[in-house]
């Protein structure tokens, strides 16, 4: 489940039952914007992000047991995010819910961000 306040948060790709019978999940990862490290292309900082909680999706990807998913959350695009938002009130704070900050590419450690989220 990662730490309390970034847990891991994942797209499943695909599930399959093992020879043995187990059941297995392929997910790929995003990253939340404290797990960023890197060189933003075209600019900005990872620090500049106001709109709290974004992720970064990546190309980062494993295998896991099905048991290991606790449960499920969306990850919407940026102006669909800040429309919720903003017609639900500021007292909105639902953790099951992040928005696409950008991309992130954790072996090269290059950052591209969304359009519209550093300003």
Known sequence: TGRPDRPYI??????????????????????????????????GRVEDIKTKGGLFSSSHY?????????????????????????????DMDNNDMHYLAGEYDPVEGTIGFTQGVLG
């Not at 494993?62 to 500021?90: A, M, W, Y």
Request: glycine share 12%.
């Open 62 to 90: 494993d295998e896991n047991d099905v048991q290991t998913i606790s449960h499920k959350c969306e990850v919407r695009q940026f102006g669909d995010f800040t429309r919720l938002i903003s017609s639900s009130g500021p």
């Open 10 to 43: 994942g797209r499943i790709h695909s599930m399959w039952q093992t020879s043995a019978g187990n059941m297995k999940v392929q997910v790929n990862w995003f990253y939340h914007p404290a797990e960023v490290e890197g060189t933003a292309v075209g600019g």
